[in-house]
């Protein structure tokens, strides 16, 4: 049979596509068979919500520029992995110098990321890949502390840590805030007072109030609670609708008993300038937190 000149180009082609495919795979960039800069964003966005929640290590990103570090992370990624990216950071060693990172910290750093990665369904080979990017770092980020301080560090850590770093921080509590006021939007006892509400700056106050209350390095810069509610006639129902609220999105961000239990301590002593009802009728204002 005779081949004509047509069919043998064709064939040609056919060939070396064939064997494009076969190695194709083994010259890709890491970084291109992650996905590229999106796939690693979005894999580093999940990653630090996961650490957010850790209590293994939240602590150590209480004071964190969240929005930074995310963006660091990305550049150091990228670049690793063969990115077109530079990593404008300071070098690991130098980052986490003096901090106490232990192998325990380390370990449940990388149990995030893998969750994060099997979450986007990232291939086994393309994991241990950047797992072993990881690797080399541990040397730098695990800096042994000196004898007395680790041994203080060991039995007074969990009880020095401020609410707010065990809470996971600002991102956790902003996360806890948002579902928060879901909660209370959908409430139909209690959803009449904030009618007129500018539920961003709501949000913005209470994240504050979270925060400054429980330890962390935040001012809350909204009214008194009693110059807040006062002439709303919020009644005790109100408020212990408000709370059952606020424990409904703690149990769904998993919040441990203990801090549930100092959060709520906060708000206690808040009862008495929140609740001035002198009358059975809701007041229709700008919110039960109008600040």
């Known amino acids: ?5 047509s069919a043998v180009v064709l064939l040609a082609l056919a060939v070396t596509a064939t064997a494009v495919t076969a190695v194709h795979a083994h010259d890709r960039s890491l970084y291109s068979r992650l996905g590229g800069r999106p796939a690693i964003t979005a894999v580093v966005e999940d990653f630090v919500g996961n650490v957010a929640r850790d209590n293994r290590i939240n602590g150590f990103f209480a004071n964190a520029d969240i929005a930074r570090l995310k963006r660091l992370l990305v550049q150091q990624i990228c670049a690793g992995a063969g990115g077109p990216c ?4 300071r070098s690991m060693r130098e980052a986490h110098r003096g901090m106490g990172v232990g192998d325990r910290h380390f370990k449940a750093l990388v149990d995030d ?8 369904n990232v291939p086994q080979r393309e994991q241990r890949e950047l797992l072993g990017l990881l690797g080399p770092m541990r040397k730098d980020v695990v800096q042994p502390q000196p004898k007395a301080r680790a041994a203080h560090a060991s039995s007074t850590s969990t009880q020095e840590r401020s609410l707010y770093a065990r809470l996971g921080g600002r991102p956790a509590i902003t996360a806890v805030v ?10 139909k ?5 904030f009618g007129n509400t500018d539920i961003p700056r709501l949000k913005r ?16 810069e909204g009214r008194s609670m009693r110059e807040t509610h006062r002439g709303l006639d919020v009644r005790n129902q109100d408020f212990d609708a408000l ?5 409904k999105s703690l149990n769904k961000l998993n919040v441990p008993e203990r801090e549930q239990g100092e959060l709520l301590g906060l708000l206690g002593p808040m009862r008495k300038d ?4 002198k009358g059975a009728v809701h007041g229709q204002a700008e919110g039960m937190t109008r600040n």
């Open 1 to 5: 049979m005779r081949l004509t000149r």
């Open 86 to 89: 530079t990593y404008e950071g």
């Open 113 to 120: 990321l893998i969750k994060s990665l099997n979450k986007f």
């Open 178 to 187: 948002d579902d928060f006021v879901a909660n209370v939007a959908a409430d």
């Open 189 to 193: 006892r209690i959803n009449g007072f």
């Open 205 to 220: 106050l209470l994240v504050q109030q979270i925060c400054a209350g429980s330890g962390g390095p935040c001012t809350y």
């Open 243 to 247: 709370v059952q609220d606020l424990v």
């Open 274 to 277: 929140v609740v001035q009802a």
